[in-house]
T-cell receptor, first 114, second 115 residues
Framework: KQEVTQIPAALSVPEGENLVLNCSFTDSAIYNLQWFRQDPGKGLTSLLLIQSSQREQTSGRLNASLDKSSGRSTLYIAASQPGDSATYLCAVRPGSYNTDKLIFGTGTRLQVFP | GAVVSQHPSWVICKSGTSVKIECRSLDFQATTMFWYRQFPKQSLMLMATSNEGSKATYEQGVEKDKFLINHASLTLSTLTVTSAHPEDSSFYIC???????????FGSGTRLTVV
């Protein structure tokens, strides 16, 4: 059974710092992995999608890496800003294309203070 | 892009009434949509998978007679909370998968409060 874990559970940093959020999964047979951001009381915003054949994806100050063999993904946030404060969720889509249920991690609650 | 629109964003209803939540994929067709429930400070809990033209697949422990799901077209799925009670108060979110990328797009969520 696929399990997804995120550490740390919470993080509070001053703005300007570079951050690394970690996501680990127990079954390396995945179709893709997706990072989301959720603001309080809002839906999920997709940040980056990494297919199983890819090693990393970048968008602006965000970079996500994927190491399937070790069951890990990291989300790197450069030069953090107060507007980055949110809960970050990683989600794994299991290996078979016919299996389309996302498995979510427990989330990392990030607070960036001025 | 891939945009999913969810309405209403919030609703307050009286106990015993029914509430319908709509989820639309605006710029792509979604044969499958998903409905989640989220409690405060917790992650998303999958309730059911909505399949266009067929019955929804419910997760274990989710009452299919209470949470009616209809997926009548490739761009619209609805969740109806029937005979709502205060314990049904929660945040409900839908999502859809874009076939070309396999990525998921989420709606903005619906805050349901049953009084």
């Amino acid at each position: 059974k696929q399990e997804v874990t995120q550490i740390p559970a919470a993080l509070s940093v001053p703005e300007g710092e570079n951050l690394v959020l970690n996501c680990s999964f127990t079954d390396s047979a995945i179709y893709n992995l997706q990072w989301f951001r959720q603001d309080p009381g809002k839906g999920l915003t997709s940040l980056l999608l990494i297919q199983s054949s890819q090693r990393e994806q970048t968008s602006g100050r965000l970079n996500a890496s994927l190491d399937k063999s070790s069951g890990r993904s990291t989300l790197y946030i450069a030069a953090s800003q107060p507007g980055d404060s949110a809960t970050y969720l990683c989600a794994v889509r299991p290996g078979s294309y016919n299996t389309d249920k996302l498995i979510f991690g427990t989330g990392t609650r990030l607070q960036v203070f001025p | 892009g891939a945009v999913v629109s969810q309405h209403p964003s919030w609703v307050i209803c009286k106990s015993g009434t029914s509430v319908k939540i709509e989820c639309r994929s605006l710029d792509f067709q979604a044969t499958t949509m998903f409905w989640y429930r989220q409690f405060p400070k917790q992650s998303l809990m999958l309730m059911a998978t909505s399949n266009e033209g067929s019955k929804a697949t419910y997760e274990q422990g989710v009452e299919k007679d209470k949470f009616l799901i209809n997926h009548a077209s490739l761009t619209l799925s609805t969740l109806t909370v029937t005979s709502a009670h205060p314990e049904d108060s929660s945040f409900y979110i839908c999502s859809a998968s874009k076939v070309q990328t396999g990525g998921y797009t989420f709606g903005s969520g619906t805050r349901l409060t049953v009084v």
